[in-house]
């Protein structure tokens, strides 16, 4: 099984600074990341998918990269509604998902 | 509108079964494959179990193979997950989600609540 690391576990940002969360595989996974936002309460939401394709909707401040086994989500500039916890996924052999444990981005 | 409701939630006794629904809307449901995902309260999500457009693939995580079974309906729009000999480590919210052919995720239910608890 893949297994995924994100870090930090939390995150400290203040409203419009930058927030870069990381995410591991501990085997490559190519380009098969996909990064989720989950607000309390609420299911989780696509952002990013093929590591670095925007999700309909999803605006620009949110950008992804990586490939392999590393893999980084870029928040530009933190809004209010961007505090939440985020998860990357992998998706390389089907069907067999698995998340990381999240990063929780806090307001600073 | 793409919609995924779940239903079949409740409170089961350790040991006992528990058979989950979402039924799905907005979108043409033999063409995707559809999943289970598991968050326990206060935890992150873990997935439990995919299913491909027509049935042919399944999988299951190590965690409830060989107690879970997922099935779809495709004339029902809908997809299931059977879940047997359930304990408390199965309690949390299943949501249901569509997985376009990237593999990924794109559409999530709202979850029904499962808690095993004597």
């Known amino acids: 099984e893949i297994v995924m690391t994100q870090s930090p576990a939390t995150l400290s940002v203040s409203p419009g600074e930058r927030a870069t969360l990381s995410c591991r595989a501990s085997?490559?996974?190519?380009?098969?990341l996909a990064w989720y936002q989950q607000k309390p309460g609420q299911a989780p939401r696509l952002l990013i998918y093929g590591a670095s394709t925007r999700a309909t909707g999803i605006p620009a401040r949110f950008s992804g990269s990586g490939s392999g086994t590393e893999f980084t989500l870029t928040i530009s500039s933190l809004q209010s509604e961007d505090f939440a916890v985020y998860y990357c996924q992998q998706y390389n052999n089907w069907p067999s998902r698995t998340f990381g444990q999240g990063t929780k981005v806090e307001i600073k | 509108e793409v919609q995924l409701v779940e239903s079949g939630g409740g409170l089961v006794q350790p040991g006992r079964s528990l058979r989950l629904s979402c039924a799905a809307s907005g979108f043409t449901f033999d063409d995707y494959a559809m999943h289970w995902v598991r968050q326990a309260p206060g935890k992150g999500l873990e997935w439990v179990s995919g299913i491909s457009w027509n049935s042919g693939s399944i999988g299951y995580a190590d965690s409830v193979k060989g107690r879970f079974t997922i099935s779809r309906d495709n004339a029902k729009n809908s997809l299931y997950l059977q879940m047997n000999s359930l304990r408390a480590e199965d309690t949390a919210l299943y949501y249901c989600a569509k997985g376009p052919a990237g593999g990924h995720f794109d559409y999530w239910g709202q979850g029904t609540l499962v808690t095993v608890s004597s």
């Open positions: 085997q490559s996974v190519s380009s098969n």
